[in-house]
């Protein structure tokens, strides 16, 4: 089944410890993007990747980092999470079939930082 | 300030109604998307629109690109409970790079 899979699907934890949280995809696509959903501000892209080996800052990339180093895998790193990096979490990949960039989505990760 | 509007922000309404909702920006897309979302759960996509002036329909759904491909509406025609969720529009701004941008949403809720 074609999908994309995200790790832990939940996790609180406190300020300051490091976290990953992990996401794969099967489809083999080149775009993958991780984005942060929050009540009255929406859907905001945090960094995405158009390949291996090559990462973009989005929207609001203070605080993350990410590496691509598997075409499949597209971890999110909090190397010191906040509590303001409280959010329900999405990583996305694309075929970017003409640059339309049609996206589909993990189940999402429900993070609170304490 | 948001490149990607839409309106309104929540709608009810009563199963069999028909309904439009809207996705506004002063920025030109090569393409627009527009995705479901339910509750705990990501975003799933609907449909994408890449030509100005574009309609495109998928059951009672139907899309429409603005000629100047900043705008785009969603109709659903006789809604039904099951539509109810949160409807996306999002795309990639022209200028922009490859980075995505979503609106904020219109909140649909279809009361049987």
């Known amino acids: 089944e074609a999908q994309v899979t995200q790790n832990p699907r939940y996790l609180i934890t406190v300020t300051g410890k490091k976290l990953t949280v992990t996401c794969s995809q099967n489809?083999?696509?080149?775009?993958m993007s991780w984005y942060r959903q929050d009540p009255g501000l929406g859907l905001r892209q945090i960094y995405y990747s158009m390949n291996v080996e090559v990462t973009d800052k989005g929207d609001v990339p203070e605080g993350y980092k990410v590496s691509r180093k598997e075409k499949r895998n597209f971890p999110l790193i909090l190397e010191s999470p906040s509590p303001n990096q409280t959010s329900l979490y999405f990583c996305?990949?694309?075929?970017?079939?003409?640059?339309?960039?049609?996206?589909?989505f993990g189940p999402g990760t429900r993070l609170t930082v304490t | 300030t948001q490149l990607l509007e839409q309106s309104p922000q929540f709608l009810s309404i009563q199963e069999g109604e028909n309904l439009t909702v809207y996705c506004n920006s002063s920025?030109?897309?090569?393409?627009l998307q527009w995705y479901r979302q339910e509750p705990g759960e990501g975003p799933v996509l609907l449909v994408t629109v890449v030509t100005g002036g574009e309609v495109k329909k998928l059951k009672r759904l139907t899309f429409q690109f603005g000629d100047a491909r900043k705008d785009s509406s969603l109709h659903i025609t006789a809604a039904q409970p099951g539509d109810t969720g949160l409807y996306l529009c999002a795309g990639a701004p022209r200028n922009y790079g490859q980075n995505f941008v979503f609106g904020p949403g219109t909140r649909l809720s279809v009361l049987p």
């Open positions: 489809m083999n696509h080149e775009y």
């Open positions: 996305a990949s694309s075929p970017n079939t003409g640059g339309a960039y049609e996206q589909y």
């Open positions: 920025s030109v897309f090569s393409s």
